[in-house]
């Protein structure tokens, strides 16, 4: 089994694996409206997700820590539940079941480490479809996070990767 001080590290990876970038915000989609049969006008374009970004990352994060699991759970895509699942079993040797139950353990685990809330983020790329965030924690673990773009949403991808080293 694992210190707890690799154990740390290891939630503190998986929580890299989920997570966003910088505090700017995506640019808003302006949706033009052409008129209906009716007079009235008709929306033409998809709503964009109301928050950028690194704002979704940094939702997921207090989500997180606070055990939300709908929230946390929420912004996960199922290929990167599992990925973090796998991970948090192979790490402490307890295997999880679903998503909320390894959000309720993560999030108590950072309790009871004292690990600190702050996160640095920096956004490296957005586009119309995803993002890419450079994300450091306060003790200095860091990570890339990917999140596509939905209609109403960011959600974090399992294209998210630790740093090296």
């Known amino acids: 089994m694992r210190s707890p001080h690799a154990l740390v590290v290891t939630l503190f990876a998986a929580g890299l694996i989920l997570t966003g970038c910088t505090d700017s915000s995506a ?9 209906s049969a009716s007079g009235s006008p008709v929306a033409t374009a998809t709503p964009a997700p109301a928050d950028g970004p690194v704002a979704a990352f940094r939702t997921w994060w207090t989500a997180v820590r606070s055990a939300d699991t709908v929230a946390a759970c929420g912004a996960l895509t199922e ?14 040797g307890t295997e999880v079941g679903d998503c909320a139950t390894l959000i309720r353990q993560s999030s108590a685990l950072y309790a009871a480490a004292g690990l600190p809330e702050d ?3 920096a956004l490296e790329s957005e586009s119309a479809a995803d993002a ?31 740093c090296a080293g």
């Open 119 to 121: 996160v640095s983020i």
């Open 79 to 92: 290929p990167l539940q599992q990925r973090m699942m796998a991970e948090y079993s192979a790490a402490t």
């Open 132 to 162: 890419m965030l450079q994300v450091t924690y306060a003790n200095g673990d860091c990570g890339t996070v990917h999140l596509e773009r939905t209609a109403t949403a960011w959600s974090l991808t399992e294209l998210s990767e630790e």
């Open 27 to 35: 640019p808003e989609e302006v949706s033009e409206a052409a008129p």
